[in-house]
């Protein structure tokens, strides 16, 4: 382990001959610290992996220099490329399909991959010397605090986790500014996962009240992503999807594509006549329920609570709700009640018959 704080050029010569051999890198950024190894190196991933711990199958975004080596890594559409152009560099992160062209356990387990061009002169430098990747992800570990300055993240790091540090460039203490804003673009319509301080201006196509599928294959994608944006909150909470839409509209697609994140084997089927089906899941050692309900079938306030819904609403579980108009109120007082995270996904067929308009409310 080294703390460097050189000329640039001694700066930028010690940390590409360091991510060539495999190594470790702390770098500053416009928002926080970084940690950076070759993201195409299976090894130097597997490092990175063990200093973040605790990852369950979380991707990892990477830095590029520019759109020319982005576009070597993921495929970029209309709606990625207008992002780049009037967003990049500065604290974004467009994700889009990845080409499978990086290391395992940096894209994620839909096949996408997420870029940033940090605003961050040093870095870029960086980038384009040693012409490859480097991984994206804060310099914090697991559950701790984003690190604005080397000293805060010794502070909050282990003596084994520091030895797996090759080398830290010390910019001093960073403003305190937030993480990235994450756009996934993968579909017609941009889908911000994460709100940073970076906010398009209104009028961009960000701002669509719903994003639009083309196939079923699409809506089960949605739902992954979904799911992998609220991993974290299941760990503390329960999740819940309210899922209303018309008869046909897709709702049990989007279950299955729930179920297919968290690696369930059984086929996902419509509950329609059972009312609820349960599934035991084990996602990255991870384990739990996925419950799986219609209420289409569903008379009276009073059969609701028969189901014993509460029992259900616990952390680690996830609930898919189909027809949760009928209802809406009822089950939300007991989602709150149980502190659970709701999400609210509404499904309208559009004009073409393989057209979903999705829009998701919290």
């Given at each position: ?72 890594y993921v495929k ?88 797996l540090i090759d ?85 049990t697609q989007f ?108």
């Amino acid at each position: 382990m080294r703390i460097l704080k050189s000329t640039q050029k001694n700066i930028i010569s010690q940390a590409v001959k360091i991510l060539k051999a495999g190594g470790l890198v702390i770098y500053p950024t416009e928002t926080c610290y970084g940690a950076g190894v070759d993201a195409t190196n299976p090894v130097a991933v597997n490092k990175i992996l063990a200093y973040k711990t605790f990852r369950q199958g979380k991707p990892m975004s990477i830095a590029v220099a520019d759109i020319k080596m982005a576009a070597k890594y993921v495929k970029l559409n209309p709606t990625a490329k207008n992002l780049y152009q009037k967003f990049l560099p500065g604290p974004l992160t467009v994700i889009s399909a990845g080409k499978h062209k990086v290391a395992p356990g940096v894209e994620s387990s839909t096949g996408t991959l997420g870029i940033r061009i940090p605003n961050y002169s040093l870095i870029l430098k960086i980038l384009k010397s040693f012409g490859k990747p480097i991984t994206a992800t804060s310099a914090n570990v697991s559950y701790k605090p984003r690190p604005y300055s080397i000293k805060q993240l010794l502070k909050y790091t282990s003596q084994k986790q520091q030895t797996l540090i090759d080398l830290f460039i010390d910019a001093g203490t960073l403003p305190k500014r937030p993480a990235s804003t994450i756009v996934d673009t993968t579909l017609d319509d941009p889908l911000i996962l994460r709100q940073g301080k970076l906010l398009p201006p209104r009028g961009e196509r960000s701002y669509h009240p719903g994003v639009v599928t083309h196939s079923p294959q699409e809506t089960s994608q949605l739902a992954q992503t979904l799911m992998l944006k609220h991993w974290n909150n299941l760990q503390k909470q329960p999740l819940l999807f309210l899922l209303i839409g018309d008869l046909g509209s897709g709702k049990t697609q989007f279950a299955k594509g729930i179920g297919k994140f968290l690696k369930l084997t059984a086929n996902i089927n419509s509950p329609t006549y059972t009312i609820v089906k349960e599934y035991d899941y084990d996602r990255h050692q991870i384990k739990g329920k996925f419950i799986h309900l219609d209420t289409w079938r569903l008379q009276t306030i009073e059969e609701l609570d028969q189901l014993n819904l509460l029992s259900y609403l616990k952390p680690k579980n996830v609930l898919a709700i189909e027809w949760a108009d009928r209802t809406y109120k009822p089950i939300l007082e007991l989602a709150k009640k149980a502190q659970a995270k709701i999400i609210t996904v509404k499904i309208s067929v559009g004009s073409s018959l393989t057209h979903r308009l999705i829009t998701v409310g919290r």
